[in-house]
């Protein structure tokens, strides 16, 4: 598909014009697991078939910083299932790595050092 060919999927006034689903060909399980906090960034790697203008969006987003699927799934304007779709069909193809979240360590919910730095924070933007 063209780059022209591209703005048929979507519409500046209307917005996507085609249900997100039809852009995973109705799939709803990716092959790869992916937390809603993985991280992916883009190998530098073009898939050799074309995939559609989210795939090329989801590289362009993970070119320059690892990203999380969330923040990907919220740039697209797709769910979440759609979005690890995409991103497994581009790890299939060698063009995205993948991270899982680190585990952070474990704090009681009345740690006195995290509840002074949360109360800071909400000061900051109050």
């Known amino acids: ?14 917005g996507r014009l085609v249900r997100p689903y039809t852009v995973s060909n109705g799939r709803t399980r ?9 991280l992916v960034m883009a190998t530098g ?3 050799k078939t074309y995939l559609g203008p989210d795939c090329d969006l989801v590289l362009d987003l993970c070119g320059a910083r690892p990203i999380s699927v969330a923040e990907v799934a ?5 769910p979440a ?7 497994s069909d581009l790890v299939g193809h060698n063009a995205l790595t993948t991270q899982a979240p680190r585990p952070i360590e474990a704090a009681s919910p ?11 924070g909400l000061r900051k933007r109050l």
Not at 31 to 37: I, K, N, P, R
Not at 81 to 87: D, H, W
């Open 1 to 14: 598909m063209t780059e022209s060919q591209d703005g048929a999927w979507l519409d500046d006034e209307a």
């Open 30 to 38: 990716s092959t790869v697991h992916f937390d809603l906090l993985s």
């Open 45 to 47: 790697t073009r898939p």
């Open 74 to 78: 919220a740039h697209l304007h797709l």
């Open 81 to 87: 299932t759609v979005t690890k779709v995409l991103l």
């Open 110 to 120: 009345t740690d006195r050092k995290i509840l002074e730095e949360v109360l800071h």
